[in-house]
């Protein structure tokens, strides 16, 4: 069964951080383009970060660059996305994704997603 399951959210303060993990099955996860793409309330889905498939290229959108970083295991089929002084904006619920192309923020390009896991930042 091909799978993604996020883990690691939780409440933190503003300030503070937290590690996101993303585990997957059923795929050859060394050839895929892992991403994070988050959702706040009443907000469309927003690329964060991205692993590219083979060459290890990260990517991140401007809201959290300097923030996040994204690494991948491929011994363990993992993908971690730690997140650092984290702010009120960055309440969400985080979802990570895989294709086998390039880095993209286009969502409809990803074909294999996770259910998602709530991170929210208190004030």
């Known amino acids: 069964e091909v799978r993604l399951v996020e883990s690691g959210g939780g409440l933190v303060q503003a300030g503070g951080s937290l590690t996101l993990s993303c585990a997957a099955s059923?795929?050859?996860?060394?050839?895929?383009?892992i991403s994070w793409f988050r959702q706040a309330p009443g907000k469309g889905r927003e690329g964060v970060s991205c692993?590219?498939?083979?060459?290890?290229?990260?990517l991140h959108a401007d809201s959290v660059k300097g923030r996040f970083t994204i690494s991948r295991d491929n011994t363990t089929n993992t993908v971690l996305l730690r997140m650092t002084s984290l702010k009120a904006e960055d309440t969400a619920v985080y979802f990570c994704?895989?294709?086998?192309?390039?880095?993209?923020?286009?969502?409809?390009?990803?074909?294999?997603w996770g259910q998602g896991t709530q991170v929210t930042v208190s004030t």
């Open positions: 692993i590219q498939r083979i060459s290890d290229r990260t």
């Open positions: 994704a895989a294709m086998r192309k390039p880095c993209t923020w286009y969502s409809n390009a990803y074909t294999v």
């Open positions: 059923g795929f050859p996860f060394v050839d895929y383009t």
